[in-house]
């Protein structure tokens, strides 16, 4: 099976902008799970939908949202970019919400 | 609430001595616990994972971890490191809440950087 994937692999935005990150899960997974990496925070959950709901979320503004589609693709959405945001953001796929598999990430620089 | 505290931010072996990786956990309740291993710009890759069953679980690579509920660790080890297992490793807690989900949330330590000497 083909792994997660992560688009973008790179971007590099301006303070003020927004930004859409898209993840395609392993196939038959329909759990997806976003996290944030910086070197300061370390690994911090987002958020994690199910079959197109949002079951769970973490501690981060509102600014930081996110979708996911009937197919079980997944996007994320931050608005009104903050040079704080700039992190890699990785996106990992669950059969339901146990053993998570994850995608190579999506580094986000704000300038 | 879960926590999870690596031991060790850094940790330096010669290639060919053993590998130990220290990890407490703290959960409400019964935990599943995994370590993932993350190499430079890279994705996170799972190593192993306890979810109940055996308490000595084996990984890819040839590590293991050993659950012990009495003393809240999940300790990884290898016999013999190579030069290729240097990267970063996280412990991570996924905990159950009391009706047996946790939806997606894992709680990651805060990582051990793995150097290895030739």
């Known amino acids: 099976k083909a792994g997660v994937t992560q688009t973008p692999r790179y971007l590099i935005k301006t303070r003020g902008q927004q930004v859409t990150l898209s993840c395609s899960p392993i196939?038959?997974?329909?759990?997806v799970s976003w996290y944030q990496q910086t070197p300061g925070q370390g690994l911090q959950f987002l958020f994690e939908y199910f079959s197109e709901t949002q079951r769970n979320k973490g501690n981060f503004p509102g600014r930081f949202s996110g979708r996911q589609f009937s197919n079980s693709r997944s996007e994320m959405n931050v608005s009104t970019l903050e040079l704080g945001d700039s992190a890699l953001y990785l996106c990992a796929s669950s059969p339901a919400w146990e053993t998570q598999y994850f995608g190579p990430g999506t580094r986000l620089l704000v300038l | 609430a879960q926590s999870v505290t690596q031991l060790d931010s850094h940790v330096s072996v010669s290639e060919g001595t053993p590998v130990l990786l220290r990890c407490n956990y703290s959960?409400?309740?019964?935990?599943?616990l995994f370590w993932y291993v993350q190499h430079p710009n890279k994705g996170l890759q799972l190593l192993l994972k306890y979810t109940s069953a055996a308490t000595l679980v084996k990984g890819i690579n040839g590590f293991e971890a050993e659950f012990k509920k009495s003393e809240t660790s999940f300790h990884l080890t290898k016999p013999s490191a190579h030069m290729s297992d240097a990267a970063e490793y996280f412990c991570?807690?996924?905990?159950?809440?009391?009706?047996?989900?946790?939806?997606?949330?894992?709680?990651f330590g805060q990582g051990t950087i793995l150097t290895v000497h030739p």
């Open positions: 991570v807690v996924n905990s159950k809440n009391a009706g047996g989900t946790s939806y997606g949330k894992l709680t």
């Open positions: 196939s038959g997974h329909r759990s």
């Open positions: 959960s409400s309740y019964s935990p599943s």
